[in-house]
């Protein structure tokens, strides 16, 4: 809070604002973190941690007096919580109204396609009947989703035929739970970049990267993507028009699919550091978190761009590849020129 | 102190241990740091600070308990101190054998010369007598050194004439601190690597490079030195044997004379990451950090190798160019491809 100690304060405490926390250190500032439980990723490596409920006006105002700017790590933080905390003066990035664009995924398929931004054909879904009208309209397969809470494929249903849908619908957690669905896109290959934008305006674009997906997580990236530079620029156009058309300040990463004609399509916006973007740290001149502080306090941005020719990315989660114990870490360290990033998380 | 949670203790607070900190964070560490006074640059990112006297054993057996492995972030903790630590069953890198070594800087040339490593003349001096024999000897300029706890020049006379002895004796604090004495090389420039050396012995050598020093401190560092590789190759070897001969475990900065005659001659040791190697964090495979912390964990060590074709390290200091104001960082960070790193000191 003093003009040598700047406090950055970041709403979520898993491994984007861990790594985030890790590009704050080195630019010297101070971070603050809200998370609902004590022990986070990045909890643990702050002596500002607070742990209490966002909905909690008087804990989110300890945190808010705490910081200098708040950022946040996922969009599952309720654009009014942010709205409150911009309404007490303080600084957000991105703040509530970008937030109102996004955390609805229906609203921001609207908010591209209102821009007139290539998007796959998609539909508000109440109940049985939306759906079987998107299976009649597009065919099957097609994809019911949440309109808000989902991360990873918690959230998705990929419908076969009319007659799972009453079953996908039910899983997805509707009537609780509003949904919407979308065509199925048959792309030849998934693509994604992040965008940092500044709260002037500025903005600058990272690589285009190849990233296969597999069960709706992201299994590898490779930067930059094996496709046409033409296919790369129209990427990184799309890129920019979605990020202005929400005003957002700060990281944001975009995901597409690229059709078996080459026609670049969003696929999705996350307002924060993304999973297809932690290549950045090693091999670009200014990783994603570093820009995203950059943005959000009103810094210049640095460059984005590669210093190697390339760089390819493994994510491996517990979950899915088995437990990580340390005693297997010295085995990967083995490898001569990997970087291995452990996200300190408790599972 | 669990399976997945190793904590990593620091002995001291500052710079390095607050860069030390942040590789250890990329890596799913927790970080204590000990440091006399609360708010250091690294107590500032970790919820671990400990602020008491290092001779204090109580506060030092609860640093030790919070710490799975302890190390040091300077030469300047007594090794008798590391030494309790290490008959507590802690494991210490360096250990107190190798900082007995080390941090007596007589006594660090007498070990590299045991070893018949190449160093510049050299006689311990305990008053103006002695002082008198080495102008005799060496002839003016020569070089007078406290020799403990001398840092950044502080702690260094350089002797222009027999007539300046007495006072640069008494400047220098003798008798309460005790004195040696170094011949001057006339060096046409100097080097400096890293060593990382594991627990097994293991050893990786960072590029070698040159450094300049203005008023004894490191003002700038280009990597590699535009110096023959045969040069470097020595410097290299020479590296390796110093570390070696002090039974050195952690990364190790090892600074050199460059003779006019291409002669290598070891200047100074010191038994933790090292200023002439913050450029290892952006520019080689695995930063002097992330080795140092991998070696006293007893992991694989990784790459010291460049992965661009050069880099440039330029260090600024408040008190020499002027107070830093976060204001000014804007204008540091409109460099596109520059990185900064503040230290988040006080002054």
Known sequence: MSDTQVTVG????GQLARMSACAAYRLGLRVAVAERTAGSPAGQITPLEFAGEWEDTAFMERFAAASDVVTLENEFIDAAILGRLEALGKPVYPGAATLALIQDKLVQKQTLAARGLPVAPFREVDGAADAQRCGAEWGYPFVLKA????????GNRTVAAAAHLERAIGELGHPQRTLYAEAFVPFRMELATQVARGRDGAVRVYPVVETRQERHICK???APAPVPEAVRQRARQLAVAAVEAVAGVGIFGVEFFLTRGNDVLINELAPRPHNTG???????CTSQFENHLRAVLGWPLGSPDLIVPAAAM???LGKRDGPLHLGDLPAALRQDAAKVHIYGKAE
């Open 10 to 13: 970041i709403l979520g405490g």
């Open 147 to 154: 309109r808000r809470n989902a991360y990873d494929g918690y």
């Open 220 to 222: 590898w990236v490779l």
């Open 278 to 284: 932690h290549y950045t740290i090693e091999a670009c």
């Open 314 to 316: 493994v994510n491996l």
